[in-house]
């Protein structure tokens, strides 16, 4: 079940702004987080008139990683260890095929980032195809401090966006990176001072919206060159 | 690494892994260590 209020949409004219909206837990990535940004994200991909997408978080944090509950084990049963493995597995492709289906959708994705891109959030921040960053926002996978492993394809896009050996240095060793080497590698496009990262995300957001039939074109052939990961996801989804 | 593979085989791998991972103890440490804001110690189970 999906709650309605974790994550915003708002239309106006071509650009969709989607907002991660649980800014009093850094926006934390939870199951019902992710089943409301494919919902928003579905809603858009059917909205002829929208032209590009900015995502964000509210509050403090764009995404500061997973939500670290204490109960997060048992929302999945299982009568032995074995079945609960096949279950988690279950849930995992689902979550693959939700976090493919954002990569899909039809129109470009600029993603402003602040606070913490993290774990989760990393992973979400990296399906987009444009990243802003604000001066001071901390990059970083701690899936391998919390035991957890990275199961929505962060390590694979990041080798694919930075190399193998930046993936490993950041998968490996959990440390958190400034905006300034994540510009530098490429992960970010643009660093802007904080106050000013929104604003820069919609205006570069409206010079994509200009031009709609040349830049959803041009969405498909980038996507399908630039992007290795994108390639069966984007030959596979329906497109207008 | 799985930057010779395709994305889907690199997902079910990942997937399997973070099932086996999800139902061990060193989970349940490793979360309670994030909450905490400490090192986890793990124990392999």
């Known amino acids: 079940m999906a709650d309605d209020d974790a994550v915003l949409l708002d239309i106006d004219g071509p650009i969709a702004t989607v907002t991660l909206n649980r800014p009093d837990r850094l926006n934390a990535w939870s199951w019902e987080m992710g089943m409301a940004l494919t919902q928003r994200m579905e809603t858009i991909a059917a909205e002829r008139d929208v032209r590009v997408v900015v995502l964000k978080g509210a509050g403090r944090s764009f ?87 990275i199961d929505c394809g962060l390590d694979l896009r990041l080798a694919q966006e930075v190399g193998p050996s930046w993936a490993k240095w950041m998968t490996l060793t ?58 069966s996801t984007t030959r596979s989804a329906s497109r207008r | ?23 061990s103890e060193d989970l349940v440490e490793g979360f309670a260590a994030g909450r905490e804001k400490r090192s986890a110690r793990f124990e392999g189970k």
Do not use: W
């Open chain 1, 63 to 149: 995404c500061a990683g997973i939500d670290l509950k204490p109960d997060v084990r048992d929302r999945i049963v299982g009568r032995s260890p074995a079945e609960k493995v096949l279950n988690y597995y279950h849930r995992y492709r689902g979550s693959h095929r939700r976090t493919q289906g954002i990569e899909a959708i039809p129109q470009p994705i600029v993603v402003a980032l602040h606070g913490h891109c993290l774990g989760a959030g990393f992973e979400i921040a990296m399906l987009a195809d444009i990243r802003l960053a604000a001066e001071g926002t901390v990059f970083g996978c701690p899936e391998v401090k919390i035991g957890v492993a």
């Open chain 1, 174 to 231: 959990a440390r958190r990176f400034d905006a300034a080497l994540a510009h530098r590698l490429g992960l970010v496009q643009e660093v802007h001072p904080a106050d000013a990262l929104f604003a820069k995300a919609h205006e570069l957001a409206a010079e994509i919206a200009c031009e709609r039939a040349a830049r959803r074109c041009r969405r498909r052939s980038a996507r399908s060159t630039c992007s290795p990961t994108r390639g």
């Open chain 2, 1 to 23: 690494m799985f930057a010779d593979q395709g994305l889907d085989d690199a997902l079910r791998f990942e997937a399997m892994n973070a099932a086996v991972g999800f139902v």
